[in-house]
T-cell receptor, first 110, second 115 residues
Framework: DQQVKQNSPSLSVQEGRISILNCDYTNSMFDYFLWYKKYPAEGPTFLISISSIKDKNEDGRFTVFLNKSAKHLSLHIVPSQPGDSAVYFCAASEGSQFYFGTGTSLTVIP | DAGVTQSPTHLIKTRGQHVTLRCSPISGHKSVSWYQQVLGQGPQFIFQYYEKEERGRGNFPDRFSARQFPNYSSELNVNALLLGDSALYLC??????????????FGPGTRLLVL
């Protein structure tokens, strides 16, 4: 049973525009959420996280939004750059166990 | 500082064989977690170890086992390999403060192919 879902397998965005990646979860006990970026032949790289007590966290071009009532998480990348092209995974944790979505492949077109 | 390292990078085995994968965490990290990622899916949690003790286990059969050593490195063992065990096996380390809300940092993975 998939507790973390990324319903868009792929997304294409023009360079300089905003990329919005979405994630939904079902378990209301999740209290920490993360986004990872993955290039082929590499392990996932940590990008940004948010605790359940917050609704927004920013780090440079990356902002994560959390809507607990909707059980929805999003990652905004502004402005998008060609180097951002990768697979993005959202993850949620309950205690020490992490649950990952299936990933969204982002392509930033120059 | 070195990140999480894993060995080997690639491995080919045949059905019924046994495999051992190795992981060294980031210096100062005391917890290691193992994940399996099959093509088109996100990483699936297998185990977490902290201070040589198992702290969490995902929904995997008993053919999968792991251990952690005093230097915090870890091994993942899989017995009686099946074709469906072909996957990327990821190791992640974290400081493990016991209260959750920790960030896990991943190694490059070991690509296992079972023929």
């Amino acid at each position: 049973d998939q507790q973390v879902k990324q319903n868009s397998p792929s997304l294409s965005v023009q360079e300089g525009r905003i990329s919005i990646l979405n994630c939904d979860y079902t378990n209301s006990m999740f209290d920490y959420f993360l986004w990872y970026k993955k290039y082929p032949a590499e392990g996932p790289t940590f990008l940004i996280s948010i605790s359940s007590i917050k609704d927004k966290n920013e780090d440079g071009r990356f902002t994560v939004f959390l809507n607990k009532s909707a059980k929805h998480l999003s990652l905004h990348i502004v402005p998008s750059q060609p180097g951002d092209s990768a697979v993005y995974f959202c993850a949620a944790s309950e205690g020490s166990q992490f649950y990952f979505g299936t990933g969204t492949s982002l392509t930033v077109i120059p | 500082d070195a990140g999480v390292t894993q060995s080997p990078t690639h491995l080919i085995k045949t059905r019924g064989q046994h495999v051992t994968l190795r992981c060294s965490p980031i210096s100062g990290h005391k917890s290691v977690s193992w994940y399996q990622q099959v093509l088109g899916q996100g990483p699936q949690f297998i185990f977490q170890y902290y201070e040589k003790e198992e702290r969490g286990r995902g929904n995997f059969p008993d053919r999968f086992s792991a251990r952690q050593f005093p230097n915090y490195s870890s091994e993942l063992n899989v017995n009686a390999l099946l074709l469906g065990d072909s996957a990327l096996y990821l190791c992640a380390s974290s400081q493990y403060q016991g209260g959750g809300r920790e960030t896990q940092y991943f190694g490059p993975g070991t690509r296992l192919l079972v023929l």
